[in-house]
């Protein structure tokens, strides 16, 4: 009976270790890096322009406090 249960409990981790094995392979190979390198342009994208706006909406404060808009 024991060994049944560590027989059963061996193919099990053989089944896992294989599985995230595999897994791994697939994220490194050339299909898993261009997904991780478009996913990294995607979110730095969305960053610079929260960045920009964020600048311009501030640059509009200031120059609204500076009284710099009533010269345009």
């Not at 099990?12 to 595999?22: E, L, N, Q, Y």
């Not at 898993?32 to 706006?53: I, P, S």
């Not at 406090?65 to 010269?71: I, M, R, T, V």
């Amino acid at each position: 009976m024991k060994r049944i249960f560590w027989l059963g409990l061996g193919v099990t981790i053989g089944v896992i270790a294989v599985r995230k094995f595999s897994q791994a392979q697939q994220s490194l190979g050339p299909a898993g890096l261009n997904r991780a390198v478009g996913k990294l342009n995607d979110e730095l994208h969305y960053f610079v322009d929260t960045l920009r706006d964020g600048m311009s909406q501030r640059e509009s404060e200031l120059r609204s406090a500076l009284g710099l808009d009533a010269e345009k």
